[in-house]
T-cell receptor, first 115, second 117 residues
Framework: AQKVTQAQTEISVVEKEDVTLDCVYE???????LFWYKQPPSGELVFLIRRNSFDEQNEISGRYSWNFQKSTSSFNFTITASQVVDSAVYFCALIGPYNTDKLIFGTGTRLQVFP | DTAVSQTPKYLVTQMGNDKSIKCEQNLGHDTMYWYKQDSKKFLKIMFSYNNKELIINETVPNRFSPKSPDKAHLNLHINSLELGDSAVYFCASSQDYYPRDSSYEQYFGPGTRLTVT
């Protein structure tokens, strides 16, 4: 069975601090795909990134970076120099390769960035 | 310009009523989904449709019935509403059918907050 664990329920930081959100996953599939979504206080879900299981390159997009390590089944998300607008709930998600596979979400990490 | 839209945004109703939530996407996608987010923010898929055909039917009470009149719409009908149905319901769509397709991602609507009293 597939599972995504986000052990950090809530994180609070002060603006300009760096923060890392952890994501650990379990799957029996050899091919799978990982995602991060952001849910700001307004409630919508915003896609941030998709990563294929066969691509372990780390990715950087502005202040956001992702560290994918198959050896530890982790796909962690780091925000550098956090800003108040980063305050949101962040979800990590996993799906297998088939159209009948379901996008499995973690329980989310609530990030609060204080000015 | 809205990609995935849902109506209504808020829905307050009494137990036992029947209600519908509408979803439309203007992205030209073939696959659409319904998710439920409970009070603890846990997100779980309910259904997926591809070209009006049901693909995923998760363990959902049969009081919930999705209906896809065309591939741009996936509506959710809920009969005999119960207190436990209170949640935020998200519609989503994806261009690609298989997650292995290179540009696969799910675009989510703004959500419908259903409150059953």
């Amino acid at each position: 069975a597939q599972k995504v664990t986000q052990a950090q329920t809530e994180i609070s930081v002060v603006e300009k601090e760096d923060v890392t959100l952890d994501c650990v996953y379990e799957t029996r599939d050899t091919t799978y795909y990982l995602f991060w979504y952001k849910q700001p206080p307004s409630g919508e879900l915003v896609f941030l990134i998709r990563r294929n299981s066969f691509d372990e390159q780390n990715e950087i997009s502005g202040r956001y970076s992702w560290n994918f390590q198959k050896s530890t089944s982790s796909f962690n998300f780091t925000i550098t120099a956090s800003q108040v607008v980063d305050s949101a709930v962040y979800f990590c998600a996993l799906i297998g390769p088939y159209n009948t596979d379901k996008l499995i979400f973690g329980t989310g990490t609530r990030l609060q960035v204080f000015p | 310009d809205t990609a995935v839209s849902q109506t209504p945004k808020y829905l307050v109703t009494q137990m036992g009523n029947d209600k519908s939530i509408k979803c439309e996407q203007n992205l030209g996608h073939d696959t659409m989904y319904w998710y439920k987010q409970d009070s603890k923010k846990f997100l779980k898929i309910m259904f997926s449709y591809n070209n009006k055909e049901l693909i995923i039917n998760e363990t959902v009470p049969n009081r919930f019935s999705p209906k896809s009149p065309d591939k741009a719409h996936l509506n959710l009908h809920i009969n005999s509403l119960e207190l436990g149905d209170s949640a935020v319901y998200f519609c989503a769509s994806s261009q690609d059918y298989y997650p292995r397709d290179s540009s696969y991602e799910q675009y989510f609507g703004p959500g419908t907050r259903l409150t059953v009293t």
